[in-house]
């Protein structure tokens, strides 16, 4: 509880020690099956009793759009606003994408303030696990990967497909339109090796009607032995 307490103080004295004090350092949205884009808007005031200048507002990646209604030039008291706008493509489960807010005389790597959008996109369809692994020269046993669709409405794996013929897939249906494993066996494990197995499903949002599983054979790992010297 003491430290849960420092660190609130800790958090609150470096907020108020920004040059612009936010309404909200991070923004948490749940988007619907079929949206596409984000919007996050945060609210500022200049509460210091100098003049604060924006140089910019950065996003940093090309998904992301950044806007500054009010201008760039907040004298004391003075409020603004701050637009994301994040085009989430293909994204599911949870992503956070820091947003930087550069102002007059920041390096390029070290902005003023950092914000943080936390965004959360239905997972319809869930592998678990995604990747499978064996070592080099372990026996080849086949390993499942569960597949299971959390859409009130059916979800149908339509097709499964794999190039690699070092690895043998087998789809099999547990609940139509619900449930399904996909049992993968390599043919040997001699090798490193690395494939991928496509599942195309029948939903009409292309977020969720392509799935990937991936399968490494990879060498085991050797723990460090530690020298010891005897006196």
């Known amino acids: 509880m003491k430290v849960l307490i420092l660190w609130c103080l800790a958090l609150c004295a470096s907020l108020a020690a920004a040059p612009l004090t936010f309404d909200e350092m991070t923004k948490e949205i749940e988007v619907g099956v079929d949206d596409k884009t984000v919007v996050a808007e945060f609210n500022f005031k200049n509460?210091?009793?100098?003049?604060?200048?924006?140089?910019?507002?950065?996003?940093?990646?090309?998904?992301?759009?950044?806007?500054?209604?009010?201008?760039?030039?907040?004298?004391?008291?003075?409020s603004g606003l701050i637009r994301f706008s994040y085009q989430i493509a293909d994204v599911v489960g949870t992503v956070e994408k820091p947003l930087h807010v550069f102002l007059k005389g920041d390096s390029e790597s070290n902005p003023s303030i950092t914000l943080k959008i936390r965004v959360k996109v239905?997972?319809?369809?869930?592998?678990e696990p995604k990747s499978l692994f064996w070592n080099v020269g372990e026996e080849a046993t086949p390993k499942t990967v569960t597949i299971t669709m959390k859409d009130a409405k059916p979800i149908?794996?339509?097709?499964?497909?794999?190039?690699?013929?070092?690895?043998?897939?087998?789809?099999?249906?547990i609940e139509e339109g619900k449930k399904y494993e996909m049992v993968v066996t390599p043919a040997s494990t001699n090798?490193?090796?690395?494939?991928?197995?496509?599942?195309?499903?029948d939903h009409p949002?292309?977020?969720?009607?392509?799935?990937?599983?991936?399968?490494?054979?990879?060498?085991?790992?050797?723990?460090?032995?530690?020298?010891?010297?005897?006196?």
């Open 156 to 173: 149908k794996v339509t097709s499964m497909s794999g190039a690699d013929t070092r690895f043998k897939q087998e789809l099999k249906t």
């Open 122 to 127: 239905p997972e319809l369809v869930i592998l």
């Open 47 to 78: 509460e210091t009793d100098q003049v604060v200048e924006i140089a910019r507002a950065d996003g940093g990646c090309t998904c992301i759009e950044a806007g500054i209604k009010g201008g760039l030039t907040y004298k004391p008291g003075q």
């Open 205 to 231: 949002s292309r977020r969720y009607r392509t799935q990937r599983v991936f399968m490494v054979i990879k060498n085991q790992l050797k723990a460090a032995s530690a020298a010891v010297s005897k006196p």
């Open 191 to 201: 090798n490193v090796a690395m494939g991928v197995v496509h599942l195309e499903t």
